[in-house]
């Protein structure tokens, strides 16, 4: 099943998730440590009213993430992956709603596959996202590829375990940040 197809089929909490999972892998890029969302995620793992206060963590996030006044460069120097970052942190929904819970978590993915498509070092040949996340894979650069896997590996595991797959979506998600870390790390290196 393609990632489109997969976000289209995830209930309110799986939406949640996998949006919650692109922005978290993107932390590196708003400055934020390894914990900063850790109270959404936990949000998310609570079994009956699940998020109820999903509103009150993402405002709290936001004031802990975003940065007023960032320079046209950002603040890595990455430019247009920084915006991005910011977008996606700005576009989440306080509202539990599955249309705003889709429309993030599509948007989150789309953004999630251009910022690691910006950063990567190799070609992602001709191919636009859309192409990518519609299953069209070929000549993918490794850091897209790898970023479309775990979007749709996140989607899998949620969609067959429900709430029981949040701690493999955690999981999938703090190897992807790892990942995009040191790619950070090492166009930081090669700028010096």
């Keep these: 099943m393609s990632l489109v197809e997969l976000i289209a089929q995830a209930d309110e909490r799986g939406l949640a998730a996998s949006g919650l999972a692109c922005l978290d892998r993107c932390v590196p890029l708003l400055g934020g440590d390894d914990e900063i969302l850790r109270p959404l995620w936990a949000s998310l793992a609570e079994s009956e009213g699940w998020g109820e206060d999903w509103g009150e ?3 709290q996030a936001r004031a802990k993430l975003d940065a007023p006044g960032v320079p046209e460069g950002g603040v890595f120097g990455e430019g247009e992956a920084v915006v991005l970052a910011h977008r996606m942190l700005g576009a989440v929904p306080v509202d539990r709603a599955a249309g705003n819970l889709r429309e993030w978590a599509d948007a989150c993915s789309v953004a999630a596959l251009q910022i690691h498509r910006l950063l990567d070092a190799a070609s992602d040949g001709a191919s636009s996202v859309t192409a990518r996340r519609e299953g069209r894979t ?27 797959g949040l701690r493999q979506a955690l999981a999938l998600s703090t190897e992807g940040r790892r990942v995009l870390r040191a790619v950070v790390s090492r166009r930081a290196r090669g700028r010096v």
């Design 57 to 59: 963590r993402v405002e």
């Design 138 to 164: 070929q000549d993918m650069s490794p850091l897209v590829a790898a970023e479309l896997r775990r979007q749709i590996a996140i989607l899998e595991v949620l969609s067959a375990h429900g709430p029981a």
